[in-house]
T-cell receptor, first 115, second 113 residues
Framework: DQQVKQNSPSLSVQEGRISILNCDYTNSMFDYFLWYKKYPAEGPTFLISISSIKDKNEDGRFTVFLNKSAKHLSLHIVPSQPGDSAVYFCAASENSQGGSEKLVFGKGTKLTVNP | ETGVTQTPRHLVMGMTNKKSLKCEQHLGHNAMYWYKQSAKKPLELMFVYSLEERVENNSVPSRFSPECPNSSHLFLHLHTLQPEDSALYLC????????????FGSGTRLTVV
């Protein structure tokens, strides 16, 4: 059973508009959430994160919102740019033991920003 | 280049072949990981090494055999694979206790014929 779910496999928006990517999780022990961006033929790269003690984290055009009661987080990109077109992965982790940070990933959402 | 290098980038192998995937990082990280990305599936964690010791094996079939000779190198030895093992295999590394430094390689696209 998937612990991290991205139910929209794809999203298409116009340049300049807002992109909203959603992610739901089932494990209430998750306390750290990350978004990764992946271009074709490249590995995922870290985009933005949020700890469970916060409900919002902003970095430039990217904002992540966390609703712990609903076990839901979202990534907002505004304004969207064609270069944002990529696959976005949501990931989550529990407070790890033993020094390794094990991430659980969703399936990803392919974002296309049209000029 | 992200600091984590994976070779080869592409690999086609028969079901009776033996091959190895290589991952190298010079970021000073203490933990290394193998992930598998199949079509329409989440990234799946396969193996975790922390300070060169395997700390997790997520019920991966024995036809996949990891090796971590030192903190900079990680291998995935492959033998008698099945066509359903065709996927993108991603290596990652991280400093212990630091999600911000979690860095992925570009992956090896494996096709089993």
């Amino acid at each position: 059973d998937q612990q991290v779910k991205q139910n929209s496999p794809s999203l298409s928006v116009q340049e300049g508009r807002i992109s909203i990517l959603n992610c739901d999780y089932t494990n209430s022990m998750f306390d750290y959430f990350l978004w990764y961006k992946k271009y074709p033929a490249e590995g995922p790269t870290f985009l933005i994160s949020i700890s469970s003690i916060k409900d919002k984290n902003e970095d430039g055009r990217f904002t992540v919102f966390l609703n712990k009661s609903a076990k839901h987080l979202s990534l907002h990109i505004v304004p969207s740019q064609p270069g944002d077109s990529a696959v976005y992965f949501c990931a989550a982790s529990e407070n790890s033991q033993g020094g390794s940070e094990k991430l659980v990933f969703g399936k990803g959402t392919k974002l296309t920003v049209n000029p | 280049e992200t600091g984590v290098t994976q070779t080869p980038r592409h690999l086609v192998m028969g079901m009776t072949n033996k091959k190895s995937l290589k991952c190298e990082q010079h970021l000073g990280h203490n933990a290394m990981y193998w992930y598998k990305q199949s079509a329409k599936k989440p990234l799946e964690l396969m193996f975790v090494y922390s300070l060169e010791e395997r700390v997790e094996n997520n019920s991966v079939p024995s036809r996949f055999s990891p090796e971590c000779p030192n903190s900079s190198h990680l291998f995935l030895h492959l033998h008698t694979l099945q066509p359903e093992d065709s996927a993108l295999y991603l290596c990652a590394s991280s400093p212990t206790g630091d999600f911000y430094g979690y860095t992925f390689g570009s992956g090896t696209r494996l096709t089993v014929v």
